[in-house]
């Protein structure tokens, strides 16, 4: 990771430094891992999620929060700087662990990194965060009803969504919109408009 990520300021979020690669390629070829690195770049929706809680510091505060597929670790960083009492980054992807531990203490918050697989247990947080999670069909699938377990035992459900196909199309309250610069090669465009909504 150090030879290919660098410190930069997220560019909706510049009050939280990432470690960002250039270029994605490079970087995959580099740690050798099945998919691609997910975690070395701030996605639409976690940008969008982590600030809406940084202007509304509020929905976090003296909670406990679950960063779900937590990526670099954006979203838990930023629950963090709220004054969140307890924040799990939660990811199957053992390097994204690692960057979001990075991460965090470039920012100098403290998370609690959880690699598993959770989407087929249940969870006691006070807030979840679900940045970019709806990205194909297996994963929509299998999310949606972790989310809803989670808001039925009444927790605060919130999803950073950059329009992705398969987000679903009721259930969801719309809470925040934000244009999102994205890297081009990612996304295939500079900006994606991007929503908060609340389960």
Do not use: C, K
């Not at 807030?127 to 972790?146: E, Q, T």
């Amino acid at each position: 990771m150090p030879d290919h990520t660098t410190p930069q300021p997220v560019p909706l979020v510049p009050e939280i430094t990432l470690h960002t690669a250039e270029d994605i390629t490079a970087l995959w070829e580099h740690t050798g891992a099945p998919d691609p690195p997910f975690w070395a770049f701030p996605w639409a929706g976690g940008q969008a999620l982590a600030r809406h809680l940084l202007d509304h510091p509020h929905t976090t505060a003296g909670r406990t929060v679950l960063d779900l597929a937590t990526g670099s670790g954006l979203v838990a960083i930023a629950a963090a700087r709220t004054g969140a009492t307890h924040v799990t980054a939660n990811d199957v992807d053992p390097l994204a662990g690692r960057a979001a531990t990075r991460n965090a203490r470039a920012n100098g918050v403290t998370l609690t990194v959880e690699i598993a697989d959770l989407l087929d247990t249940d969870t006691d947080h006070d807030v979840v965060l679900a940045g970019d999670v709806f990205y194909d069909r297996d994963m929509a699938a299998r999310v949606l009803p972790f989310l809803h377990r989670a808001h039925t035992r009444g927790a605060l459900v919130l999803i950073g969504d950059p329009g992705r196909s398969h987000l679903p199309r009721t259930g969801l309250t719309h809470v925040a919109t934000h244009d999102v610069p994205v890297p081009h090669d990612l996304e295939g465009t500079t900006l994606r408009t991007t929503r908060v909504w609340r389960l």
